[in-house]
DNA sequence: ATGGCTTACAAAGTAAGA
């Protein structure tokens, strides 16, 4: 006779706007969240400047890094063994935008994409912008990958990150007023939709906030006030595999890290698994 | 507000973010 045993797993991503300058934040979400897992993105430092030691203290001893010079660069940090890592280069650049982590849970494995999906600059014009251009492509070379992926439809993934994409209505304070600012643009949208499709993934913070309701994850460092102004927008995701469908336990964004002290412009959002 | 601020950096101003 055998029982299977189930693994809770909790993961929280989050765009920290420099690790360097925000580690202190980052050990209080994991001493207070206790996540087995934490994805970041806007790290904005090379691999070797990464603050390894203030995560290895609190027993997070395995760090997946892809970091360059001054910009971009995500993490992973884990309390479970990595059993495998790896960095696809959807733009075509080496630009620190992606890491997959892979965590053996008993006899299941578990495949974690850890995004920071480009911004896209100003101009709401692709054919003049090149980098909304490179944000679209971005997207496209993503469906691609995961549309292949597709065939093995047991597998256990998690996508999570800053995919820089608000993608509906109320994603966003004002849809008609953010229509053609990117990160709310209607090919956007579409791609992101497409994206979403190609892998039959479950873009879990709508099961359990109703489409019809806000939901933020960032608010701009510009307002006066950014509570009361409460202009936000959700473009930080957590998404699901197929296989994880009615596994997802609890869903959380954490609100309050955007009113702490020389806070990042996103806040943590969270997930608990039972696998 | 055509972003009002924040970050990194071979800096005292520029590029980038969204």
Redesign the pocket.
């Given at each position: 006779m055998s029982r299977k045993r189930t693994h809770k797993i909790r993961i929280i991503t989050w765009?920290i706007?420099?690790?360097?300058?925000?580690v202190g934040l980052a050990v209080k979400i994991l001493k207070k969240y206790q996540p087995n897992i934490l994805c970041l993105?806007?790290i904005?430092?090379?691999n070797d400047?990464f603050p390894q030691k203030q995560f290895h203290k609190l027993g997070y001893q395995h760090i997946a890094l892809n970091g360059i010079?001054?910009?971009?660069g995500v993490a992973t940090i884990s309390n479970l063994p990595i059993a495998n890592e790896r960095i696809i280069e959807f733009g075509g650049l080496a630009d620190g935008r992606h890491i997959e982590t892979e965590y053996k849970l008993g006899t299941q494995d578990l495949s974690l994409h850890n995004f920071?999906?480009?911004?896209?600059?100003?101009d709401p014009d692709w054919t003049v912008n090149e980098?909304f251009a490179y944000k679209l492509a971005f997207l496209d070379a993503m469906t691609a990958y995961f549309k292949k992926a597709r065939n093995k439809k047991t597998a256990l993934r998690v996508l999570v990150g800053?995919l820089?994409t608000?993608p509906f209505e109320h994603d966003v304070w004002s849809s008609k007023q953010l229509q053609n600012?990117?990160?709310h643009t209607p090919i956007e949208r579409e791609k992101l939709a497409k994206l979403q499709a190609a892998h039959k993934w479950d873009d879990i913070a709508r099961d359990f906030v109703p489409p019809s309701e806000k939901l933020y994850s960032?608010w701009?460092?510009?307002?006066?006030?950014w509570a009361s102004?409460d202009?936000g927008?959700r473009?930080d995701h957590i998404w699901t595999s197929p296989a994880l469908n009615g596994k997802v336990k609890h869903f959380d964004i954490i609100r309050t890290a955007r009113g702490w002290k020389?806070?990042?412009?996103?806040v943590p959002v969270l997930a608990d698994l039972q696998i």
């Amino acid at each position: 006779m055998s029982r299977k045993r189930t693994h809770k797993i909790r993961i929280i991503t989050w765009n920290i706007n420099s690790v360097r300058l925000r580690v202190g934040l980052a050990v209080k979400i994991l001493k207070k969240y206790q996540p087995n897992i934490l994805c970041l993105q806007e790290i904005k430092c090379q691999n070797d400047e990464f603050p390894q030691k203030q995560f290895h203290k609190l027993g997070y001893q395995h760090i997946a890094l892809n970091g360059i010079k001054a910009y971009h660069g995500v993490a992973t940090i884990s309390n479970l063994p990595i059993a495998n890592e790896r960095i696809i280069e959807f733009g075509g650049l080496a630009d620190g935008r992606h890491i997959e982590t892979e965590y053996k849970l008993g006899t299941q494995d578990l495949s974690l994409h850890n995004f920071y999906v480009p911004a896209g600059g100003d101009d709401p014009d692709w054919t003049v912008n090149e980098k909304f251009a490179y944000k679209l492509a971005f997207l496209d070379a993503m469906t691609a990958y995961f549309k292949k992926a597709r065939n093995k439809k047991t597998a256990l993934r998690v996508l999570v990150g800053d995919l820089n994409t608000a993608p509906f209505e109320h994603d966003v304070w004002s849809s008609k007023q953010l229509q053609n600012v990117i990160s709310h643009t209607p090919i956007e949208r579409e791609k992101l939709a497409k994206l979403q499709a190609a892998h039959k993934w479950d873009d879990i913070a709508r099961d359990f906030v109703p489409p019809s309701e806000k939901l933020y994850s960032w608010w701009s460092y510009r307002a006066r006030d950014w509570a009361s102004s409460d202009r936000g927008r959700r473009l930080d995701h957590i998404w699901t595999s197929p296989a994880l469908n009615g596994k997802v336990k609890h869903f959380d964004i954490i609100r309050t890290a955007r009113g702490w002290k020389q806070p990042s412009d996103h806040v943590p959002v969270l997930a608990d698994l039972q696998i």
